[in-house]
């Protein structure tokens, strides 16, 4: 169908994911460092910047923050903003912005919290309970955005200021509703034994392995050019050195000598990111609906003449985005063991958006991966860990925020400016 709407020359995020692979190693570096100067950076700027990060606060405080216990509490702090950045992703792909997302997260938290601990309700059936507010938050949202046409912006705010007066009329103005259910407590509160954490590290090494050389023998199959086996070993190995690190380090025991109780293993909410990682990422990167995204957040009008129900894919991504909310929510409450009327409050969204963006994602839509929640979460979770121990001014903390917030943007922004400019 031919449309008289120009191309944009810009590759996306799906293109780049699924371009044929380079011949070796040696290409395969050459390749990746041409992308760079062609401005996509990718989640380079994160890793360089959690890497910095380690080494500055590790300097300053060596005897608080480079100990096994803050490294699962690193964990543990991220989690949340994480799963919240992954449903961040999908709104902001399209080009939208979602500002409802971190009460969206209290009030999925506050309906678990009145449904256990006041109704007594088993906890599946408050956890669908919770799901099933997420949907009906995400659908309202993208009724009045793909539909009526009214700007994300003013629509997610109207929801901003709503959700905060839906948190105080369930939960009452200054109240707290405990969280006594211990499978929910033991999301964020609660370890995997120590061998169990090691065979986690196998499953998740060894089922990276075997999907990436699954694909790599599918194309070969099909008479595709494929990514070379140095460069998938080289992958597999960075991978594996990674997990088994992070395992040996998480089943030391954390608590002081001769203390009554034994704390170690990896926590169990990192498997259940885990799942949702790669989840989301198949749906994204490995799915027509994934293309679709990115067709939609590249160019919306290109989309729609070519078929694609821009509407439908924005209603989609946006009740995705308030259901993985909803789960940021429960892993709140459980972080917690209560839910409060700041629940999802406070710096809980601005946290979520900088993720996204520090890994990656663009603010204009159309580039970014469920992976830059994930290292841009390490990134927040590291100065949210890491600035209270240099420093206790709430001052410095805030400004320092949110300079690395305004790096990111600047950074999307640069990055864009150059991809244009070198026809990328």
């Not at 597999?236 to 704390?263: C, F, K, S, T």
């Not at 979770?381 to 001014?393: D, F, H, Q, R």
Request: glycine fraction near 12%; charged fraction near 10%; aromatic fraction near 8%.
């Amino acid at each position: 169908m031919s449309t008289s709407t120009e191309p944009s020359h810009e590759v996306s995020q799906f293109d780049l994911e699924t371009m044929p692979g380079q011949a070796g190693i040696g290409d395969a570096t050459r390749a990746y460092f041409d992308k760079i100067r062609g401005g996509d950076l990718g989640a380079l700027p994160a890793v360089l910047g959690a890497v910095a990060l380690v080494i500055v606060f590790g300097i300053l405080q060596p005897d608080s923050f480079l100990t096994n216990t803050n490294f699962a509490n690193l964990i543990n702090q991220g989690a949340a903003i994480t799963v919240l950045a992954m449903g961040v992703v999908f709104v902001l792909l399209l080009g939208e912005i979602d500002l409802s997302a971190g009460f969206t997260a209290g009030t999925g938290a506050a309906i678990l919290g009145v449904t256990l601990t006041e109704h007594n309700w088993p906890w599946p059936l408050s956890v669908l309970a919770v799901l099933a507010t997420g949907v009906a938050i995400g659908f309202t949202i993208a009724l009045l955005v793909a539909r009526l046409g009214i700007p994300s912006f003013v629509v997610s705010l109207a929801f901003f200021l709503g959700l905060q007066g839906a948190m105080l009329l369930i939960i009452g103005e200054g109240g707290t509703i405990p969280i006594r259910n211990e499978a929910i407590l033991a999301v964020m509160n609660k370890n995997m034994p120590v061998g169990l954490g090691w065979l986690f590290a196998i499953v998740v090494v060894g089922g990276f392995a075997g999907a990436t050389y699954w694909a790599i023998m599918t194309r070969k199959r099909a008479g595709l050019p494929t990514m070379a086996l140095s460069v998938w070993l080289l992958k597999v190995v960075a991978l594996a050195v990674i997990v088994i690190v992070a395992v040996y380090l998480l089943n030391q025991e954390r608590q002081r000598p001769n203390a009554p109780i034994v704390i170690q293993g990896v926590p169990w909410v990192v498997p259940l990111v885990t799942v949702f990682f790669v989840a989301l990422t198949f749906l994204l990167m490995r799915t027509g609906f994934g293309r679709h995204v990115y067709a939609v957040g590249g160019n919306a009008e290109a989309a729609r003449r070519a078929g694609i129900g821009v509407a439908n894919i924005k209603t989609y991504c946006f009740i995705l985005g308030s259901t993985l909310a909803v789960i940021a929510g429960i892993l709140l409450a459980s972080r917690d063991n209560s839910v409060s009327p700041t629940t999802g409050g406070a710096q809980t969204l601005l946290y979520a958006v900088g993720a996204a963006v520090i890994g990656g994602t663009s603010l204009f839509g159309g580039r970014g991966r469920i992976s830059d929640a994930v290292t841009g979460g390490l990134v927040v979770a590291i100065i949210a860990n890491g600035l209270p121990l240099v420093t206790e001014k709430s001052g410095v903390q805030f400004i320092i925020n949110g300079l690395v917030l305004l790096l990111a943007a600047s950074v999307d922004a640069i990055s864009r400016r150059r991809a244009a400019a070198t026809g990328r």
